[in-house]
């Protein structure tokens, strides 16, 4: 087997889970990945340049990828989305074709897999099918970001982290994943806070026996209790 389909090949298995790939047949999938090449970013590897984000597309093959806005006169940061594996950017830059005024951070080394915009455009012109993968992925981002919004408006800060730590626990081991070894900085950020509102609340969560802290690490001790708390909230809000 030749380089390039051995490459193809582990790429599409790293990318399994991928919503982009696992709707494409085989064929589909080659000459996709084909346009592809790997890239390697380091942690703090920031991405600030609008007219970069608009010439080249992105798969996240391993690693963390905040996309982030700021707010030109404060200076305060909004995560819009924690990027992962099987995760692209810039979704928006590739369906019309304008700039996106956003930024990207690697919160640990990421590596990529990326194509320039017109080549993938390109591909996409001669396989029309594969139009209909891009919207169901496009809607989930849209609906993430209307989901957070209504948060954002309508809840209070003990909820939005009580949702986010539930939304992060794994159903089977019960363990934080995702945002476990984040700062409280990136929490806030994740929230529309800041980082001395978000370390009270953990720190009321702690007392409650909910969670663990250290230094570097953020565990859940107790998820019941986690979910009780916002079952809690709920009926407060809804009592109002």
Known sequence: MKRGMLLIHKYR????????????????????????????????????????????????????????????????????????????????CLLDEQEHTVYYECLDDVTVLSTPMPKLRSWLKNNPKNYKILLPYAGKQLRMLENSVSDM???????????LLIRNVNANSRDLELIDDLPNKEIANLLGSTRA?????????????????????????DLGILIHLLECQKKIMNEK
Do not use: A
């Open 13 to 92: 298995q790293m990318l399994d889970g991928c919503d982009f790939l696992k709707e494409m047949d085989k064929e589909s999938s080659n000459s996709f990945l084909s346009l592809f090449k790997e890239e390697n970013w380091s942690k703090n590897t920031c991405i600030l340049n609008h007219e970069k984000l608009n010439y080249k597309f992105h798969i996240i093959l391993s690693g963390r990828v905040k996309m982030y806005q700021v707010d030109p006169f404060t200076g305060k940061e909004l995560t819009l989305f924690l990027l992962i594996k099987g995760d692209v950017f810039d979704i928006f």
């Open 153 to 163: 408006t309508f809840t209070n800060i003990s909820t939005r982290l009580l949702k």
């Open 197 to 221: 509102v978000i370390n009270r609340h953990l720190q009321k969560l702690k007392k409650k026996g909910s969670i663990r802290l250290s230094r570097n690490r953020m565990e859940i001790k």
